[in-house]
């Protein structure tokens, strides 16, 4: 189970295109999106008879909320209030192949994340998708998986901060129509990206940037 | 609450980096932790060329830092990966989160180049100095690839409801890490 290791050594070693591009490395062959959707992830019987759409008076396999340091018992009262860490930018790696902690190496402000589901997802699915459209939830566990783009995306945007640059796929396009002072002005406008373009340059792109033999490079 | 999203990454960081050998297996984080350690939890870590001086480059400090819970949040800037190393409370959640919360662990990417396992299941590997880069320890000179993990929680689904988030370990915290075996 797992990767292969000379596989996986392989593709540490080869994978050395600077375009951080999966498809740039040969000895990949990906699955395409549709393929990965209908996979189904089989259920451990450990895990199958758990009861995770009900209330319960436990955790899931009977588990105790546990605040004491290094115990297994439950504590009575609960804990002073946690710390609050409140919010600060990220900052750019100077190298964005090789961030450090408490840096960003995601997409800017521009990313725009897939639209969660909320809907019966069990906890365990790893790629059992719900059939509402447009709402995949791919989880990539132990591997990477490359999820081809879709062409039904209307435009591409290019967004550059600093030496990163995201690609957003818009999936539709928004005619917003605006009133002022009694007149009709009409602004085009871009509504959000659905769930599926929303994803896969995120896929993609990460698929991409981290498979790289950053061991080459000379700094 | 279903896992929204899911994400490993495989940073290459170092030199003659090399593939996890068969049957290798190792774990991240320690399911009995509560507390936060290694510094003080309510501001970011400190300037990192302070690390070492503030003896903050031991295995248990590094481990600390290897956790991260980001707030989402699409409208602004993002937070920095594993900026912060506890689970906010879902009033904090519920106020600033409105895309949900990402849970970040960050994998020991040292080896000992002998064990492909240990007794704790976490001897046998160790976190370089700067937790994703940096210099291994002299006893862990081998570098694997770097397994990040992130994944993401639709929190922001429940601020209508009062309760209060726990992982699935019974953990109230997030100081602890997931499980994970890598063969």
């Known amino acids: 189970m797992g990767w292969e290791t000379e596989f996986l050594q392989q593709a540490v070693d080869t994978c050395t295109n600077d375009s951080g591009r999966i498809e740039d490395c040969a000895i990949f062959d990906v699955v395409d999106e549709a393929t990965a959707k209908s996979c189904e992830f089989n259920v451990p019987p450990a895990l199958s008879g758990e009861k995770v759409f009900e209330a319960l008076n436990l955790l899931p396999g009977d588990v105790e909320i546990t605040y004491g340091e290094g115990s297994d018992e439950p504590v009575e009262e609960k804990p002073k209030p946690k710390p609050t860490l409140s919010y600060t930018p990220g900052s ?3 190298d964005i192949n090789s961030p450090l902690p408490g840096q960003v190496f995601k997409e800017t402000s521009a990313y725009v994340a897939p639209v969660p589901t909320t809907t019966s997802a069990p906890v365990v699915s790893v790629a059992a998708v719900p059939a509402v459209e447009p709402q995949p939830a791919p989880t990539s ?13 209307k435009s591409t945007q290019l967004v550059t901060n600093g030496n990163l640059v995201s690609k957003i796929y818009w999936a539709e396009e928004t005619v917003w129509v605006t009133e002022v002072l009694g007149s009709t002005v009409t602004v085009e406008g871009r509504a959000a990206p659905s769930a599926d373009a929303e994803i896969d340059p995120v896929v ?3 698929a991409h940037r981290h498979l790289h033999p950053h061991g080459r490079r000379h700094l | 609450m279903p896992l929204t999203f899911g994400f490993s990454y495989y940073l290459l960081n170092g030199d003659n980096i090399t593939a996890f050998p068969p049957d290798f297996q190792m774990l991240a984080g320690n399911t009995k932790r509560r507390t936060y350690t290694a510094g003080d939890p309510s501001v970011s870590d400190p300037e990192k060329s302070a690390w070492s001086s503030l003896g903050q480059t031991d ?10 819970f980001n707030c989402l949040n699409y409208g602004r800037d993002p937070e920095g990966t594993l900026y912060r190393h506890y689970m906010p409370d879902k009033e904090y959640l519920d106020a600033n989160c409105a895309n949900g919360l990402r849970l970040e662990i960050m994998f020991p990417s ?13 001897d ?12 291994c320890p002299d006893s862990h000179p081998i570098r694997l690839p770097g397994l990040l993990y992130e994944t993401i929680w639709g929190t922001q689904n429940f601020d209508d409801r009062d309760g ?7 953990d109230p915290t997030g100081k602890c890490a997931p499980d994970e075996n890598l063969t």
């Open chain 1, 92 to 94: 750019i790696p100077t």
């Open chain 1, 141 to 153: 566990v132990h591997a990477l998986e490359y999820v081809e783009i879709e062409p039904n995306y």
């Open chain 1, 204 to 206: 993609k792109r990460h």
């Open chain 2, 59 to 68: 295995q248990d400090s590094l481990e600390q830092r290897s956790l991260g």
């Open chain 2, 110 to 122: 040292c080896w000992d180049g002998e064990n492909v396992m240990s007794a704790n299941h976490k």
């Open chain 2, 124 to 135: 046998h590997v160790a976190y370089p100095d700067l937790v994703m880069n940096g210099n």
């Open chain 2, 164 to 170: 209060m988030f726990v992982l699935a370990n019974g």
